[in-house]
């Protein structure tokens, strides 16, 4: 059952009488998340960048271009659904649909549109399983985590973190056609990655998720709780980091840099479950979600390196 | 004695206006994209174009 009772169901038309959109492309363009879309690009374009074999040029543009509008379409697709929360939450209050800037059947529309765009467009011009892994992808974001894992349970974002990971392995079936163990740990990597994360974020901003009715796990086990997992999913984290390299997939400078980065997150994580006498751990937690986002850019530039360095110098 | 004029329905304003014509530039861009995106990939794909390995 959703949590989210008492708040305007944003979603349903206002009126009787649409008024005429007053949106800009901008807000279009607001509506694919274009920060989580970044992330998204650069983690498929590694993925797709150090699987084997060889692509042309224009075939990976077109993947990695489907693969970011793919995902902007399940953001857009969750705006849609959550203007709700969006409207109670000082982080999202002014996001196209709650400051009323899109109306939500156009936001519906526009995400499908893309969604089905982007889908059909990887299957007809790079492969069909790449394409059948983006459907499921913007299926399970838009679906299993917005409409119903988000509102129902507090591992809402431990599950959810599997929309978010799958963009390395699309990446690589772009190229490859097939699955291998390599993608996958890129894909584990960023599903314990998601965790502590969105989790240290969420230790300052509990109240506004419990206003929204959202059952974070701050909200649902509180904030000790929340500090124990951040440091127990951390510690699952920093050793996973280090599977490309010990799998032999990426080399020494791989491997150097995701131990410093882990031992980095560690020590963060274990200051949010541990801050010191006289420190709270929000400050903690915002130190860490902001490592956290440079942690995993390093993890995967690092490897992206080391393969172009591979290519140039053999 | 009022004059029975047709209803006007929905008068945009000037913003409404020019916004609506960002938005027709938008898609007509994003179409043209589209287009030419299918296009090159058909040049590079040449004879293959039908084949698409799973």
């Given at each position: 059952?959703?949590?989210?009772?008492?708040v305007?169901?944003?979603?349903?038309?206002?009126?009787?009488h649409?008024e005429?959109s007053?949106a800009?492309?901008?807000?279009?363009?607001?509506l694919?998340?274009?920060?989580?879309?970044s992330l998204?690009?650069?983690?498929?374009f590694?993925?797709l960048?150090v699987?084997?074999?060889?692509?042309?040029?224009v075939i990976?543009?077109?993947?990695?271009?489907?693969?970011?509008?793919?995902?902007?379409?399940?953001?857009?697709?969750?705006m849609?659904y959550?203007?709700?929360i969006?409207?109670v939450m000082?982080?999202?209050?002014?996001?196209?649909?709650?400051?009323?800037?899109v109306?939500?059947?156009?936001?519906l529309?526009?995400?499908?549109?893309?969604?089905?765009l982007?889908?059909?467009?990887?299957?007809?011009?790079?492969?069909?399983?790449?394409?059948a892994?983006?459907a499921?992808?913007?299926?399970?974001?838009a679906?299993?985590?917005?409409?119903?894992?988000?509102?129902?349970?507090?591992?809402?974002?431990?599950?959810?973190?599997?929309?978010g990971?799958f963009?390395?392995?699309?990446?690589?079936?772009?190229?490859?056609g097939?699955?291998?163990?390599e993608?996958?740990?890129?894909f584990?990597?960023?599903?314990?990655?998601?965790p502590?994360?969105?989790w240290?974020?969420?230790?300052?901003?509990a109240?506004e998720?419990a206003?929204?009715g959202?059952p974070?796990l701050?909200?649902?086990?509180?904030?000790?709780?929340?500090?124990?997992?951040i440091l127990?999913?951390t510690?699952?984290?920093?050793?996973?980091?280090?599977?490309?390299?010990?799998?032999?997939?990426?080399?020494?400078?791989?491997?150097?840099?995701?131990?410093?980065?882990g031992?980095?997150?560690?020590?963060?994580?274990?200051?949010?479950?541990?801050?010191?006498?006289?420190k709270?751990?929000?400050?903690a937690?915002k130190?860490?979600?902001g490592?956290?986002?440079?942690?995993?850019?390093?993890?995967?530039a690092?490897l992206?390196?080391?393969?172009?360095?591979r290519?140039?110098?053999? | 004695?009022?004059?029975n004029r047709p209803?006007?329905?929905?008068?945009?304003?000037p913003e409404?206006?020019?916004?609506?014509?960002?938005?027709?530039?938008?898609?007509?861009?994003?179409?043209?994209?589209?287009?030419?995106?299918?296009?090159v990939?058909?040049?590079?794909?040449?004879?293959?174009?039908l084949?698409?390995?799973?």
């Amino acid at each position: 059952m959703s949590l989210v009772s008492e708040v305007q169901d944003l979603r349903a038309p206002a009126g009787s009488h649409a008024e005429p959109s007053l949106a800009t492309p901008g807000d279009y363009f607001a509506l694919l998340k274009p920060r989580v879309m970044s992330l998204v690009v650069f983690t498929a374009f590694v993925g797709l960048v150090v699987a084997p074999g060889h692509i042309h040029p224009v075939i990976g543009f077109t993947a990695i271009l489907c693969i970011a509008i793919g995902a902007g379409a399940a953001g857009a697709l969750n705006m849609w659904y959550d203007a709700d929360i969006d409207a109670v939450m000082a982080r999202t209050v002014k996001r196209p649909i709650p400051a009323g800037r899109v109306q939500p059947g156009e936001a519906l529309a526009f995400g499908i549109l893309l969604a089905v765009l982007s889908v059909v467009t990887l299957g007809l011009l790079v492969n069909h399983l790449a394409a059948a892994l983006l459907a499921f992808t913007i299926f399970f974001y838009a679906v299993i985590y917005t409409m119903w894992l988000k509102r129902w349970t507090s591992q809402n974002i431990v599950i959810g973190g599997a929309a978010g990971a799958f963009p390395p392995i699309i990446g690589w079936v772009a190229k490859t056609g097939s699955l291998d163990l390599e993608p996958i740990l890129l894909f584990l990597i960023i599903f314990f990655w998601t965790p502590p994360h969105f989790w240290a974020l969420a230790l300052s901003r509990a109240q506004e998720y419990a206003r929204a009715g959202v059952p974070m796990l701050p909200v649902t086990a509180g904030e000790a709780a929340t500090r124990r997992q951040i440091l127990f999913y951390t510690v699952l984290l920093a050793p996973l980091g280090l599977t490309p390299w010990l799998f032999g997939s990426a080399g020494l400078a791989y491997g150097l840099t995701a131990i410093a980065g882990g031992v980095m997150m560690l020590w963060l994580a274990f200051r949010v479950w541990y801050p010191g006498a006289g420190k709270t751990s929000l400050a903690a937690g915002k130190r860490l979600f902001g490592y956290s986002i440079v942690y995993l850019f390093v993890l995967f530039a690092a490897l992206l390196a080391e393969h172009g360095a591979r290519a140039m110098f053999g | 004695m009022t004059e029975n004029r047709p209803d006007p329905g929905i008068v945009l304003t000037p913003e409404q206006k020019r916004r609506r014509r960002a938005r027709s530039i938008a898609i007509a861009l994003a179409l043209g994209a589209l287009v030419i995106l299918f296009y090159v990939v058909t040049l590079v794909k040449g004879p293959g174009v039908l084949n698409r390995p799973m």
